[in-house]
């Protein structure tokens, strides 16, 4: 009974992982109601946790889960006798298909609907950009908030009082579960391509845990802009995203060894690259720029992307093209993090000593204190120089300033590598 309680257990914590998003978006169009989904939501996971050892694991967990959220709002709406038209419409609807979607598959298209309205809802222009971005990583991306915390270098605190903040104002604006119209776009859009952007970010390389990428939760934000683009196929940035995106998932099955393990990018077996989704990347793009508004920031980094993609290897790189690319970047959305990495191209293109310089003012401007790419990138250069004490003391900070596991035993190998 133990192994069958661990391994239903472990089912359950899989199955959230993946599916929170659509589950809590389901249950929100249905409830009409954000905060009550999201209770009704983990009142199915905690019946999982009690059913599931005992009786096994359904054939559709997540439609499962989806359906005792329903009956949990059903039952609350009638302790609650509210026995109004609409009650008993919907009770209706769903008593004829309660047994059927038990077992039944999901059904893509509605979920995925489902999801954008949550996003979207999210990025209500009634909330703060920090309050949206909060609530989304949390819901849509189902990071922790300890996760986002760190992510962001706020308090903990912090972060709690954002979402708390979000779910009552919605609530008391009354937020249509939905799509907006048209002209209400260019006032969503904006905060809608940075969280999606921001939830890929988060499964291409995670804050903090055991691994170091999360490909369900990369994939997802993937898809979610491939629909966004087709939403507002006008809209340069949205098909900039998406290449954007194509260009780095196409690396996935290169990125980490059978056991999970980091590959860095010199590293990979670029045979293995996704030739599809760069196909894909280009095309993207392409789409981008033939709109005729130029290339925003998320166009720039697609670009930037496509260079290391179309490249046979790293000495290959058109690197000059690269640091090009990004002190255009850097102009339109000025960013500490935009010049490490141009620090980094650099690098590669005129040499580690006019890198180390770039990287020492950024140190000294202290925009990315605690943040341990500094230090790393800092130390690797430092290595190139030959000056190997001071950089096993940037490794070293890298390793204390890191939360990811995976990436601390990178660090740590760099550091045993030094002479």
């Keep these: 009974m133990p ?62 889960l989806v359906a005792v959220g329903k009956r949990r709002a059903i039952d609350g709406w009638r302790r609650a006798t509210l026995q109004d038209e609409r009650y008993a419409q919907l009770a209706r609807e769903f008593d004829e298909r309660a047994d059927a979607s038990a077992d039944a598959p999901w059904d893509p298209d509605l979920i995925d ?37 760190r992510a962001f270098l706020v308090p903990v605190a912090t972060v709690q009082q954002r979402i708390v903040r979000a779910k009552k104002t919605l609530a008391a604006a009354a937020v249509p579960f ?43 934000a993937l898809r979610l802009a491939r629909v966004l683009a087709e939403l507002v196929p006008r809209e340069p940035e949205a098909h900039g995203l998406a290449a954007l995106m194509e260009f780095l998932v196409a690396r996935f099955p290169a990125r980490v060894d059978a056991g999970g393990n980091p590959i860095l990018l010199a590293d990979q077996d670029r045979a293995r690259w996704d030739r599809a989704l760069i196909a894909r990347g280009r095309a993207s793009l392409a789409r981008a720029d033939a709109i005729g508004r130029g290339r925003g920031a998320y166009g720039l980094q697609a670009a930037i992307a496509e260079c290391h993609d179309v490249a046979p290897s790293v000495d290959e790189t058109d690197w000059g093209r690269i640091v090009v690319l990004y002190e255009a970047l850097g102009r339109l959305a000025p960013s500490p993090v935009v010049e490490l990495n141009r620090a980094v191209a650099v690098s590669m293109a005129e040499g580690p000593a006019t890198a180390l310089r770039l990287v020492d003012e950024l140190v000294a ?28 003391a940037e490794f070293a900070r890298a390793i204390a300033q890191t939360a990811n596991e995976r ?7 760099k550091l045993r590598a030094l002479p």
């Design 3 to 64: 192994d069958r309680q661990a391994s239903a257990r472990r089912a359950v914590e899989a199955i959230w992982r993946i599916e929170s998003a659509r589950i809590v978006a389901t249950l929100t169009r249905y409830t009409r109601d954000f905060a009550l989904a999201e209770d009704l939501a983990q009142e199915a996971l905690a019946e999982a946790l009690e059913g599931w050892p005992a009786h096994g694991v359904p054939a559709n967990p997540g439609a499962w």
């Design 113 to 149: 609907d489902d999801v954008l309205r949550l996003v979207f809802i999210a990025c209500h222009p009634v909330l703060s950009r920090e309050a949206s971005v909060a609530l989304t990583l949390r819901t849509v991306g189902g990071l922790s908030t300890e996760e986002i915390a």
């Design 178 to 220: 939905e799509v907006p119209p048209r002209d209400e776009y260019p006032g969503r859009l904006s905060a809608v391509l940075s969280v999606i952007y921001l939830i890929f970010n988060e499964g291409y390389a995670a804050a903090s845990g055991l691994e170091w990428m999360r490909t369900d939760l990369a994939r997802e």
């Design 365 to 392: 401007s202290g925009a990315l204190a605690g943040y341990a790419l500094l230090p790393s990138v800092r130390g690797e250069l430092l290595a190139r120089l030959g000056r190997s004490g001071e950089a096993r």
């Design 407 to 413: 990436e601390r035993a990178v660090l740590e190998g």
